[in-house]
């Protein structure tokens, strides 16, 4: 994938990486959906970024979200549950959670909108 900005999600690795003009900018554990709830493979592009974001369905905080499929209404954001849980973390309902604040943070404030998200 030759673009600019672009996030690639590993499923298989539990890690997202950020590039920057082809070098690698962030690299960071996640957590993927749980049973039932898996996160899409696919590429897509940042829609929507929201610092304070609320998950209506799931009565859920997600801080400095980065949703990028809004069919499926699927973010990049940070989880104070996978945070405090770590490793053990059954997943989330389809987004892709960040453990660290100041990382979730830190991606939010570097990525713009129209980056590339590769989920594989």
Known sequence: LQRP???????SEKTLRY????????????????????TPAGLWSVKI???????????AWMPYSLEYDLVRGIYIHYSSTYGSIGPGYIGSHGCI??????????LFNRVPLGAAVYVY
Request: with cysteine; aromatic share 14%; net charge neutral.
């Open 97 to 106: 959670n960040i453990g660290s604040l100041e990382t979730a943070r830190t």
């Open 19 to 38: 590039f920057e003009s082809g070098a690698l900018w962030l690299s960071t554990p996640v957590a993927f959906g749980r049973p039932g709830y898996e």
């Open 49 to 59: 970024k929201d610092p304070n974001a609320w998950s209506y369905p799931y009565s």
């Open 5 to 11: 900005h672009i996030i690639c999600a590993s499923k």
